[in-house]
């Protein structure tokens, strides 16, 4: 009886492919060629952050990437699912202008998939927060549309509240050493009651150079957090 009415139901509203509009199985978060056309990030990757090496040479397990081992990374650890190409790009783009809902099953449960191989337990889920004027403008802050169902997942609570970020111009055409710069002392503490002795995880929809990641972590750090995990749905892969 309840697979007729889910039967029933699929004949009613057909489960489309959120990239392509082809028809998918309920369950199914792409068609197969869609999924197949994203860049997965899998093994072999820098233990701590995450980083895709090349071939499969370097296959050890609990391997550093050069950044990592000569401890210039500041991120404890971070996770992206797909690596930031063509494909993905035209993902990220719509889910951020034009139509977020159609995107956050695929989005979130790819991060999921990350989120095994956390280092510790993860206490508090943040967002990596957007600036107010943005909020207003766009309707949401698409890093809590991710990070709602990861929370939920973690069974731990979302925060959204504890750091507010000022308004600065778009970091789109920026170079790292520039976004860097532009993003220094952009995040404010509001409530560091919520933030002390806590491991926290962010998330974000992309991450390009890692100076978001980096400078929110800092700031979290000295309001007394005791590690920032962080976790994106695509990455920007430089051929080093
Ligand atoms: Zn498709
Ligand atoms: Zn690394």
Same mark, same amino acid.
């Given at each position: 009886?309840?697979?007729?009415?889910? $039967?029933?139901?699929?004949?009613?509203?057909?489960?489309?492919?959120?990239?392509?509009?082809?028809?998918? !199985?309920?369950?199914?978060?792409?068609?197969? /060629?869609?999924?197949?056309?994203?860049?997965? +990030?899998?093994?072999?990757?820098?233990?701590?952050?995450?980083?895709?090496?090349?071939? @499969? =040479?370097? $296959? @050890?397990?609990? =391997?550093?990437?050069?950044?990592?081992?000569?401890?210039?990374?500041?991120?404890?650890?971070?996770?992206?699912?797909?690596?930031?190409? !063509?494909?993905?790009? /035209?993902?990220?783009?719509?889910?951020?202008?034009?139509? =977020?809902?159609?995107?956050? &099953?695929?989005?979130? &449960?790819?991060?999921?998939?990350?989120?095994?191989?956390?280092?510790?337990?993860?206490?508090?889920?943040?967002?990596?927060?957007?600036?107010?004027?943005?909020?207003?403008?766009?309707?949401?802050? /698409?890093?809590?549309?991710?990070?709602?169902?990861? $929370?939920? +997942?973690?069974?731990?609570?979302?925060?959204?509240?504890?750091?507010?970020? !000022?308004?600065?111009?778009?970091?789109?055409?920026?170079?790292?050493?520039? &976004?860097?710069?532009?993003?220094?002392?952009?995040?404010?503490?509001?409530?560091? /009651?919520?933030?002390?002795?806590?491991?926290?995880?962010?998330?974000?929809?992309?991450?390009?150079?890692? =100076?978001?990641?980096? !400078?929110?972590?800092?700031?979290?750090?000295?309001?007394? $957090?005791?590690?920032?995990?962080?976790?994106?749905?695509? &990455?920007?892969?430089?051929?080093?």
């Amino acid at each position: 009886m309840k697979k007729l009415f889910s $039967a029933f139901i699929n004949f009613l509203f057909p489960h489309c492919c959120p990239v392509c509009k082809n028809p998918i !199985e309920r369950d199914a978060l792409l068609c197969a /060629q869609c999924l197949d056309s994203l860049t997965w +990030i899998n093994d072999p990757k820098c233990v701590k952050c995450g980083y895709p090496f090349p071939g @499969e =040479a370097s $296959a @050890e397990t609990g =391997a550093m990437c050069p950044v990592c081992a000569a401890g210039l990374n500041e991120l404890d650890w971070v996770r992206s699912s797909v690596e930031y190409d !063509e494909f993905s790009k /035209q993902i990220v783009l719509a889910f951020k202008y034009s139509d =977020a809902f159609r995107y956050t &099953r695929l989005m979130s &449960r790819a991060m999921m998939l990350n989120l095994a191989e956390l280092p510790g337990n993860v206490d508090l889920v943040m967002p990596v927060p957007l600036a107010y004027k943005r909020i207003v403008k766009r309707g949401y802050n /698409q890093a809590t549309i991710l990070a709602a169902p990861i $929370a939920k +997942i973690l069974n731990v609570k979302m925060d959204i509240d504890s750091i507010w970020r !000022e308004h600065r111009k778009d970091m789109g055409h920026l170079n790292p050493r520039q &976004r860097a710069e532009n993003i220094r002392g952009v995040f404010h503490v509001k409530h560091p /009651q919520n933030i002390r002795g806590k491991t926290i995880l962010l998330v974000d929809d992309v991450m390009t150079s890692g =100076a978001t990641f980096g !400078e929110l972590r800092r700031v979290l750090k000295r309001a007394g $957090a005791k590690a920032v995990y962080g976790v994106t749905f695509c &990455r920007v892969v430089r051929t080093v």
